[in-house]
């Protein structure tokens, strides 16, 4: 785990998401720790347990934690789990944009919740389309000491979203927690300078270990009642690359009573859709230097940059090469494990890609 903080100064004055979709078309899963939803839990949670004492200890502290990170290795679940135990506000903002819609959740998760306000919600309901920030504003301060989970927050796409938290951080009591999938999430939130002096605290999290991940497995499918081999926990290890959104996807497929081969196939299947939708939404140039990089799982930036003219069939300029190859890096499918060598984060999404052209 590695965090740093932005400590506060005087700049400002006083002081599914698993990613895959539910498993449909089989028995309900009873066992919680193989439920492919959220957590909500720590009970369920497996080897979260220091990253969760440690975000409430900071929220504790008046600190904001940003939790990063690739797709399904669980930072939703750290949220929910986090918000559960502090008895906060969780918003999803994975399907919203603007600062209108971020409002609109916040009122009727308050509803939701029963959270008593000075407020007349339903008036503010129908404000909120003319003046969103006033909005906004004005029931942050009222909800006092409370803690907000924004979730995805890289979707809230405003420039004034760093004016609404200064004004949240400097006169409210509110505290927040965000999660985000691009690496570049803290300079969404930090980008104006009245926000410089905000307490963020940066957390990634990271795929399993090999380690964890067969321990995950072992210890989850005996707690779950289910008979998975060491033989065939070995070969989903290898297979699923300790991304934890893929594994706990194939103990609910057990669970379900699916054989191993069953699984392992119906997984293969659902993930392809999966895979498909999220290449969808990358650039062009995105599109082919992932192809590329899945072919070659590590490669040199030329190596890599070659196979990818190779793929769209004509040069690619060096600058347009970069910017694509660093917004993958951006966007948590990408690493860059020595200078200028780059490796892919999901080995399963890479080998599907590879197998199959998704």
């Given at each position: 785990m590695r965090y740093f903080m932005h400590r506060?100064?005087?700049?400002?004055?006083?002081?599914?998401?698993?990613?895959?979709?539910?498993?449909?078309?089989?028995s309900p899963v009873s066992c919680g720790f193989f439920d492919t939803r959220p957590k909500v839990s720590r009970d369920f949670v497996f080897g979260r347990d220091d990253v969760i004492n440690e975000v409430e200890r900071l929220l504790n502290s008046g600190f904001w934690p940003v939790i990063l990170g690739p797709r399904r290795v669980g930072k939703t679940t750290v949220m929910r789990v986090v918000i559960n135990e502090l008895g906060g506000i969780y918003i999803?903002?994975?399907?919203?944009?603007?600062?209108?819609?971020?409002?609109?959740?916040?009122?009727d998760e308050v509803k939701r919740l029963n959270i008593r306000v000075k407020l007349n919600l339903a008036m503010l309901q129908l404000d909120i389309e003319r003046r969103p920030m006033v909005i906004i504003e004005g029931l942050i301060r009222e909800l006092g000491d409370v803690v907000i989970g924004i979730d995805e927050v890289q979707n809230i796409i405003s420039p004034k979203l760093p004016s609404l938290l200064s004004v949240a951080y400097n006169e409210s009591r509110v505290r927040f927690i965000f999660s985000g999938s691009l690496v570049g999430t803290t300079?969404?939130?930090?980008?104006?300078?009245?926000?410089?002096?905000?307490?963020?605290?940066?957390?990634?999290?990271?795929p399993f270990t090999?380690?964890?991940?067969?321990?995950?497995?072992?210890?989850?499918?005996?707690?779950c009642g289910i008979n998975i081999s060491d033989i065939e926990i070995e070969n989903a290890v290898n297979e699923f690359d300790g991304i934890v959104g893929w594994l706990t996807y194939y103990g609910s497929l057990r669970s379900s009573g699916k054989s191993h081969p069953e699984a392992m196939e119906a997984?293969?299947?659902?993930?392809?859709?999966v895979i498909k939708d999220e290449l969808s939404k990358l650039g062009r140039y995105e599109l082919v230097t992932y192809r590329a990089l899945a072919t070659l799982s590590r490669a040199r930036w030329i190596e890599i940059k070659r196979?990818?003219?190779?793929?769209?069939?004509?040069?690619?300029?060096?600058?347009?090469?970069?910017?694509?190859?660093?917004?993958?890096?951006n966007m948590y499918m990408v690493r860059e494990v020595e200078r200028g060598i780059y490796e892919v984060i999901d080995g399963y999404m890479a080998r599907l890609v590879r197998e199959y052209g998704v």
């Open positions: 506060p100064n005087n700049v400002l004055g006083k002081g599914y998401k698993t990613g895959v979709p539910p498993v449909t078309g089989m999803d903002v994975s399907t919203i944009m603007g600062l209108k819609g971020l409002g609109l959740r916040l009122i300079r969404l939130i930090m980008k104006s300078p009245e926000s410089l002096g905000r307490p963020l605290i940066r957390f990634e999290l990271r090999r380690e964890q991940s067969i321990e995950f497995l072992r210890i989850s499918s005996r707690n997984l293969r299947s659902i993930a392809r859709e196979l990818a003219e190779s793929l769209i069939g004509h040069s690619i300029d060096d600058k347009t090469f970069t910017t694509g190859l660093k917004a993958l890096v």
